[in-house]
Nanobody, 120 residues
């Protein structure tokens, strides 16, 4: 069974920084794309950033220049460094991973979410 466990959320003042982590555990052959999504109250879940197995990255326009996604394949972990946070960044942040498991099984998995609250 695969699990994604996020950590690092919390309350921060506008202009501050937070670093989210998401560790994947279980029988994993290869982690392909990893991503962070967020969902604010009353809004749809949206892609924040993704990083491919080749470490190519893509960001939502709203976070470009402020957020940085990275990964450590030795730890099966993806990070999201969030700087210059704004009140509109307040949301539950979810980790997502596209994984290859034994026997060629490939699946998409979600973490439980971590709350990020930015006070203005």
């Amino acid at each position: 069974q695969v699990q994604l466990v996020e950590s690092g959320g919390g309350l921060v003042q506008a202009g501050g920084s937070l670093r989210l982590s998401c560790a994947a555990s279980g029988i994993i052959v290869r982690i392909n794309t990893m991503a962070w999504y967020r969902q604010a109250p009353g809004k749809q879940r949206e892609l924040v950033a993704l990083i491919t197995s080749g470490e190519g990255t893509n960001y939502a326009d709203a976070v470009k220049g402020r957020f940085t996604i990275s990964r450590d394949n030795t730890k099966n972990t993806v990070y999201l460094q969030m700087n210059t946070l704004k009140a509109e960044d307040t949301a539950v942040y979810y980790c997502n991973a596209d994984l290859s498991r034994l026997l060629g099984v490939r699946g998409n998995y979600w973490g439980q979410g971590t709350q990020v609250t930015v006070s203005s």
